[in-house]
């Protein structure tokens, strides 16, 4: 759901730069966006596309943590940039935090995410947290994911035409 979420704000500040600059007091007086400005935004907002595609498409719990340390780090450097950006204190103030606040939980869940311990007990809960995602992949009760094939079958069918894979 982080990545899922990551992505579609993501796509919002690509689309409509505004939703950052705004905030981040970054329009000029009559409330406009300047063309930098919104490219600045429109880059931050295709960052985390990017970490949030990632954090959904990771196929093991290693490019998973690598993706969840990518996207604190992303949120700690707008912790620390984009509140700078704001003139006045209370408000950079509410960015910092919020941006310092998003880091936090994205950490927090990325501690959930189960490794190869040589724990026996660790070992027990991430074999039967591996059945049960199994179990749901392969369920033919229940229709698959449609948006997470949809997105699959895109890549796969761009990574062809580009002569990648065959």
């Known amino acids: 759901?982080?990545?899922?979420?990551?992505?579609?704000?993501?796509?919002?500040?690509?689309?409509?730069?505004?939703?950052?600059?705004?905030?981040?007091?970054?329009?000029?007086?009559?409330g406009t966006t300047s063309p930098g400005t919104a490219a600045l935004c429109r880059g931050i907002g295709a960052r985390d596309v990017v970490s949030g595609l990632a954090l959904v498409f990771a196929p093991s719990p290693d490019p998973l943590r690598l993706a969840v340390v990518g996207r604190v780090m992303t949120d700690i450097s707008d912790a620390l940039l984009l509140g700078s950006f704001r003139p006045v204190p209370p408000a950079r103030g509410t960015l910092a935090t919020l941006a310092a606040g998003r880091s936090v939980?994205?950490?927090?869940?990325?501690?959930?995410?189960?490794?190869?311990?040589?724990?026996?007990?660790?070992?027990?809960?991430?074999?039967?947290?591996?059945?049960?995602?199994?179990?749901?992949?392969?369920?033919?009760?229940?229709?698959?994911?449609?948006?997470?094939?949809?997105?699959?079958g895109i890549v796969d069918e761009e990574l062809q035409r580009a002569g990648v894979v065959q």
């Open 105 to 152: 939980l994205t950490a927090l869940i990325g501690l959930t995410i189960c490794s190869g311990s040589a724990d026996e007990e660790s070992a027990k809960l991430c074999g039967e947290q591996a059945r049960r995602r199994y179990r749901r992949e392969h369920d033919t009760s229940e229709p698959p994911w449609s948006l997470r094939g949809w997105v699959s």
């Open 1 to 30: 759901m982080l990545g899922i979420g990551t992505a579609a704000i993501g796509a919002t500040v690509v689309v409509r730069p505004e939703t950052l600059a705004v905030p981040c007091g970054l329009t000029g007086t009559a």
